[in-house]
């Protein structure tokens, strides 16, 4: 059974950081695309940042040049490193992971993260 827990979201002031962090459990994320996805109220959940396999990482424009996805191998988690936080980024972050194999989609529970002065 795929699980996927995120933890570390919370509430910032505009400008801040936040570092999100997802760990999986029946799925080795070195071997899938793994990322983290948000959804804000009354938007469609778009995509944040994700890592293939080989290592190839792809960001939302929005995000880039403030926003870090990292995968620790030996750990199975997929990190999230949010810098110079705006408003714009509050929403539920989501945890993914895309086990090939099966060509299926897993998703974790949501974190939020709330970024207001």
């Known amino acids: 059974q795929v699980q996927l827990v995120e933890s570390g979201g919370g509430l910032v002031q505009p400008g801040g950081s936040l570092r999100l962090s997802c760990a999986g459990s029946g799925i080795i994320f070195s071997f899938n695309a793994v990322g983290w996805y948000r959804q804000a109220p009354g938007k469609e959940r778009e995509l944040v940042a994700t890592i293939t396999s080989g290592g190839s990482i792809r960001y939302a424009d929005s995000v880039k040049g403030r926003f870090t996805v990292s995968r620790d191998n030996a750990k199975n988690t997929v990190d999230l490193q949010m810098n110079s936080l705006k408003p714009e980024d509050t929403a539920v972050y989501y945890c993914?992971?895309?086990?090939?194999?099966?060509?299926?989609?897993?998703w974790g529970q949501g974190t939020q993260v709330t970024v207001s002065a």
């Open positions: 993914y992971a895309n086990m090939r194999i099966l060509g299926r989609d897993y």
